[in-house]
């Protein structure tokens, strides 16, 4: 077995033994993005190498495999990259106004460290501190509103354990209101939104709340239970990037000019892009999305190399501003 494969393996077992549930074929293929015949030889080879693997079937009918963390206890253990991604996660959580979250990281890191034996801590610190180093992203602050880590742990707890929240709000140029929430979760992007229900108007669509407008956010004693149709990551894709509203969510298309052409490729805008190449060497962007503004905002960047071609609306915001002396592409 060649050693990229034995990585691969241990990788494999190592999910097999984090999910309590177990894993299926499915969740192999997206792990290691390959097709679902690969997926099968990968689990005959787990079932091969590790004898202790347990099978059964879910309520649905989907095999899953299992494979008790004793098996694994003596293989496994932890690298300087992995050491270094949680860093770099906490650091990304906290750049994005995430502190209760980046603190979070950081203790499980702290954990995980101190089941370290104690002859490799050493080697393992000085290898971190090199590629920490080397990654530079401490070097690469950003602007982004500023949220108080009160109001963040409460937001946090009351998603948690599905409690309401009593928030005193401060809509941009408009005065504070006081209202009581049910929080759904979060959504990031150049600022956070709380996804909420109103009390008393559950049968209405979630609404946002801007996190950096909240001025105060209390926990109450009451609980509520989470709409099961609501999907998170369905509700954020609806969003081009995090702010959306329903007025807005409608087909979006972009064309960009054939010497912008193929570095509009590399990006992805959407998850659910199309894109459609032109005779002339142009690219076409299309996708179904909500939020003009934060569209206007990234269009900005690419100067007169984009042409909004629907809808109407954005194009006539973005009107008047594409400017042809940006030095380089985005």
Known sequence: ?????????????????????????????ERFQVSLRTAQRMMRALEQRFPDVREAFDEDGRKRWRLPAAGLRDLLTLTADEMTALDIGAQALELGGNEAAAHALRTLKDKVMSLVPR???????????????????????????????????????????????????????????????????????LRRYLVVRVVGKEAAEPSLRAVDRIVAARLLDESFVRDEAF???????RSFGAFQSPEEYEEVVWRFAPEAAGHARDFVFHPDQVLEDQADGGLIVRFTAAGRLEMAWHLYMWGDKVEVLAPDALKALVAGHRRGDWPALP
Do not use: W
């Not at 950003?142 to 009160?150: A, D, I, L, N």
């Not at 009351?158 to 979760?185: F, L, N, W």
């Open 1 to 29: 077995m060649s050693f990229a494969k034995a990585e691969q393996l241990m990788e494999l077992a190592t999910l097999a033994a984090a999910r309590r549930a177990g894993i299926t074929l499915d969740d192999v293929v």
């Open 231 to 237: 999907d998170l990551a369905a509700y954020a894709k």
């Open 119 to 189: 002859e490799k801590q050493a080697r393992l610190e000085t290898d971190h501190d090199a590629l920490l180093e080397a990654q530079g992203f401490v070097a690469r602050p950003g602007p982004r509103p500023r949220v108080q880590s009160e109001i963040e742990a409460t937001l946090a707890e009351a998603i948690k354990a599905c409690r309401v929240i009593e928030i005193d709000y401060r809509p941009r140029g408009r005065g504070q209101t006081t209202s009581r929430v049910m929080p759904h979760g979060l959504l990031a992007g």
